[in-house]
Nanobody
Framework: QVQLVESGGGLVQAGGSLRLSCAASGRTFSSYAKGWFRQAPGKEREFVAAINWSGRYTYYADSVKGRFTISRDNAKNTVYLQMSSLKPEDTAVYFC??????????????????WGQGTQVTVSS
């Protein structure tokens, strides 16, 4: 089992920045790819970013490319999402997730086996 706990959400003005953290415990953290997803009210959960087990490879949704950066620190069992130039449409609950798919940067919800409870990000205009 892997337990994931997100933190760092909050209220920020458009154009501002936030850094989300996701602390993991349980099974070997460093072996697995990690991802961030988000879900706005009335919408389906959508992919935001993914990072492979080593941190060498990342992948982003077009909507956040150039504004968000995913990273990880395997020594601290933590994955991060640095969000900059935030827009009101970034408002959502953000979830981190852990995938046991071998290799790569999984992008599908079904590729992920473990999920955190989510942290709210609200961007005001």
């Amino acid at each position: 089992q892997v337990q994931l706990v997100e933190s760092g959400g909050g209220l920020v003005q458009a154009g501002g920045s936030l850094r989300l953290s996701c602390a993991a415990s349980g099974r070997t953290f460093s072996s697995y790819a990690k991802g961030w997803f988000r879900q706005a009210p009335g919408k389906e959960r959508e992919f935001v970013a993914a990072i492979n087990w080593s941190g060498r490879y990342t992948y982003y949704a077009d909507s956040v490319k150039g504004r968000f950066t995913i990273s990880r620190d395997n020594a601290k069992n933590t994955v991060y999402l640095q969000m900059s130039s935030l827009k009101p449409e970034d408002t959502a609950v953000y979830f981190c997730a852990c995938s046991t798919v071998v290799g790569g940067t999984p992008k599908g919800i079904d590729d992920y086996d473990y999920w955190g409870q989510g942290t709210q990000v609200t961007v005001s205009s």
